[in-house]
């Protein structure tokens, strides 16, 4: 059974920082690209980060270049989304999904994910 857990969510004041997880069971992590996604009350899903199957190049998301750091560990069958400076418009929910790897170019649109988590609240006020 495909399963991606993300954990790691919950109140930050702005500035602060969080790491979210992804724990993948259930198929063979470095055959895919994993992807992060959020959604705000009322608003779309959008694309945060996405990392490729297993040569490490990634994509972000121009709202979050130079904050948020995504990596992988495949032994581990798990994927992280380091998130620094974190600012009151981060807040949503975040999901990590995995992508078939012949999606070269990490895209960042929902479309392209297969599988899903259930996500993990991340807010950030003071």
């Known amino acids: 059974q495909v399963q991606l857990v993300e954990s790691g969510g919950g109140l930050v004041q702005p500035g602060g920082s969080l790491r979210l997880s992804c724990a993948a069971s259930?198929?063979?992590?470095?055959?895919?690209?994993i992807g992060w996604f959020r959604q705000a009350p009322g608003k779309e899903r959008e694309g945060v980060s996405c990392i490729s199957s297993s040569d490490g190049r990634t994509n972000y998301a121009e709202s979050v270049k130079g904050r948020f750091t995504i990596s992988r560990d495949n032994a581990k069958n798990t994927v992280y989304l380091q998130m620094n400076n974190l600012k009151p418009e981060d807040t949503a929910v975040y999901y990590c999904?995995?992508?078939?790897?012949?999606?070269?170019?990490?895209?960042?649109?929902?479309?392209?994910?297969?599988?899903w988590g259930q996500g993990t609240q991340v807010t950030v006020s003071s």
């Open positions: 259930g198929f063979t992590l470095n055959y895919y690209n």
């Open positions: 999904a995995r992508a078939p790897r012949y999606y070269d170019n990490l895209p960042l649109r929902s479309s392209a994910y297969n599988a």
